[in-house]
């Protein structure tokens, strides 16, 4: 028996490295994947805590309100056109550009989706 590998071995060689590599990909997509889970979970858990501490702090106890009370004060909120500019400059200062894709829109309204795109073509025009 020879020590050179035969062609058929050496194919049979690389598909199995492909077969290892293609595993390693898997593995490490599975783990970016949990880690993006871990992090979208720690946000909206310290980002619930800071909404839960504001509206208690004004002497209301924010266990009080359902999530759709809660969700509809925030979509009423970020309608403001005052709560729209904060959020366009926010945007601004870390280095977004607003277009009508990243414009901040609600979908609970039409109304502020269209000022919104008003807004977004008056700035760009």
Not at 70 to 95: C, N, P, W
Request: aromatic share 4%.
């Amino acid at each position: 028996m020879s020590t050179t590998k035969t062609t058929t071995q050496k194919i049979e060689s690389i598909k199995l490295k492909i077969q290892q590599l293609e595993n390693e990909r898997k593995r490490i997509l599975q783990s970016q994947k949990e880690a993006d889970r871990k992090a979208r979970t720690k946000r909206l858990i310290e980002r619930g805590a800071i909404l839960e501490s504001l509206i208690n702090s004004t002497g209301i106890s924010a266990a009080d309100f359902t999530n759709d009370q809660i969700k509809s004060f925030l979509e009423k909120t970020v309608q403001t056109d005052y709560a729209r500019k904060i959020l366009d400059g926010f945007s601004a200062q870390s280095g977004d550009t607003i277009t009508e894709k990243s414009a901040w829109k609600v979908k609970s309204s039409g109304a502020a989706d269209t000022a919104k795109n008003e807004d977004v073509e008056q700035g760009a025009g």
